[in-house]
T-cell receptor, first 114, second 114 residues
Framework: ETGVTQSPTHLIKTRGQQVTLRCSSQSGHNTVSWYQQALGQGPQFIFQYYREEENGRGNFPPRFSGLQFPNYSSELNVNALELDDSALYLC?????????????FGPGTRLTVL | GDSVTQMEGPVTLSEEAFLTINCTYTATGYPSLFWYVQYPGEGLQLLLKATKADDKGSNKGFEATYRKETTSFHLEKGSVQVSDSAVYFCALSDLGGATNKLIFGTGTLLAVQP
């Protein structure tokens, strides 16, 4: 069984640019959640996709957007990058959206905005 | 809103010492509680969980008990090893919510010295 994978591993962008991060969910999982983890902080929920629809969103501006594809993989897009967007972006997949459904995390994408 | 508070680190222990990392939560619903571990340069791994009051989660010698009366979920291990050095995150997920988003504490760095 293949776990959650993310690409790229590292990324360097400049302020104002746009970035796309990718996530492949674990086999059998139909739900993907994205989190932002700033240095020295706990992960913060960005949004969740369930069966290709956004199922919930955290306190992030609209320039953070996403997609989920029919194979349940997902993209996170961030427009007009700001310096504070520098963080580790984590993707997690689960089988459903129940509060007891375990989330499995990928290794993350480290984004640096200069 | 729901929140998690955990003790600040770093926690520095000698090998074979007893470990406690405190975690308390605030939730309006009936949360599931989790401990995740993050090793350097890696994503999050689920360490243990508990889904209802008085449940005890355990894994790899770590354990935590869901205490509704004190809204706590403290992590303990009787004898730590150097390989336990990592950042530990306490988290909750609302069982009654539309998503299984996780709300994390800020993390506690554990450093175990030989």
């Amino acid at each position: 069984e293949t776990g959650v994978t993310q690409s790229p591993t590292h990324l360097i962008k400049t302020r104002g640019q746009q970035v796309t991060l990718r996530c492949s969910s674990q086999s059998g999982h139909n739900t993907v959640s994205w989190y932002q983890q700033a240095l020295g902080q706990g992960p913060q929920f960005i949004f969740q996709y369930y069966r290709e629809e956004e199922n919930g969103r955290g306190n992030f501006p609209p320039r953070f957007s996403g997609l989920q594809f029919p194979n349940y993989s997902s993209e996170l897009n961030v427009n007009a990058l700001e310096l504070d967007d520098s963080a580790l972006y984590l993707c997690a997949s689960s089988r459903g959206t129940s509060g007891s459904a375990e989330q499995f995390f990928g290794p993350g994408t480290r984004l640096t905005v200069l | 809103g729901d929140s998690v508070t955990q003790m600040e680190g770093p926690v520095t222990l000698s090998e074979e010492a007893f470990l406690t990392i405190n975690c308390t939560y605030t939730a309006t619903g009936y949360p599931s509680l989790f401990w995740y571990v993050q090793y350097p340069g890696e994503g999050l791994q689920l360490l243990l969980k508990a889904t209802k009051a008085d449940d005890k989660g355990s894994n790899k010698g770590f354990e935590a008990t869901y205490r509704k009366e004190t809204t706590s979920f403290h992590l303990e291990k009787g004898s730590v090893q150097v390989s336990d050095s990592a950042v530990y995150f306490c988290a909750l997920s609302d069982l009654g919510g539309a998503t299984n988003k996780l709300i994390f504490g800020t993390g506690t760095l554990l450093a175990v010295q030989p």
